[in-house]
C-alpha cells in the first residue's frame, strides 16, 4: 500500500553513506539518485526509504511524532540492525525487544539527521 516515506536530510552524501550500509543487510539498494533525493528499496515496485534535501530550501528537521518501520525476518536480524543503526551514528530510541507479548518485537533508533525508525517483526 506505501509506495515511498520521504525524509529530510541536511547532508545527502552523509545521509546516502548512513543509509546505504545499513539497508544493505535487506537487500536494499539505492533505487534512483536525482541529486537532492536518494529512494532506496529492491525495485520500484517495493516499497522505499528516501532522503532528500528539503525542496523549500529550508533546513530539514524531523517530523514530531513521524516515525519509519521497516519489517526484518526475525528477531535477530532486528537487533542486528538495530546495532548497525547505532555503530554508523544514530542514537537509541528504544533498545530491541518484545513490546506487545508475543505479537510484535522492534527497536528504534534516531539517524544522524534525528528523524525516528524502527526495525520491527511481528511475533
Given amino acids: 500500500m506505501i509506495g515511498y516515506v520521504?525524509?529530510?536530510?541536511?547532508?545527502?552524501?552523509?545521509a546516502k553513506a548512513f543509509y546505504g550500509e545499513l539497508l544493505a543487510d535487506l537487500g536494499a539498494e539505492?533505487?534512483?539518485?536525482?541529486?537532492?533525493?536518494?529512494?532506496?528499496g529492491k525495485s520500484a515496485q517495493d516499497p522505499m526509504l528516501a532522503v532528500?534535501?528539503?525542496y523549500?530550501?529550508?533546513?530539514?528537521?524531523p517530523g514530531n511524532g513521524n516515525m519509519f518501520a521497516i519489517p526484518a525476518p526475525d528477531k535477530p536480524t532486528v537487533d542486528k540492525l538495530y546495532?548497525?543503526?547505532i555503530a554508523l551514528g544514530a542514537t537509541c530510541e528504544g533498545e530491541p525487544g518484545q513490546r506487545l507479548p508475543d505479537?510484535?518485537?522492534g527497536?528504534?533508533?534516531r539517524d544522524p539527521d534525528g528523524n525516528?525508525?524502527?526495525?520491527?517483526?511481528?511475533?
Avoid at 6 to 14: A, E, N, Q
Avoid at 33 to 40: E, F, L, Q, S, T
Avoid at 56 to 61: H, L, T, Y
Wanted: charged share 25%; with cysteine; net charge positive.
Fill in 6 to 14: 520521504t525524509i529530510g536530510v541536511k547532508d545527502m552524501d552523509k
Fill in 103 to 105: 505479537v510484535f518485537y
Fill in 83 to 85: 546495532k548497525k543503526a
Fill in 116 to 123: 525516528k525508525g524502527a526495525f520491527y517483526v511481528f511475533g
Fill in 30 to 40: 539505492v533505487v534512483f539518485d536525482m541529486g537532492r533525493i536518494a529512494m532506496y
Fill in 56 to 61: 523549500n530550501e529550508k533546513e530539514a528537521s
Fill in 52 to 54: 532528500c534535501i528539503p
Fill in 107 to 109: 527497536a528504534y533508533f
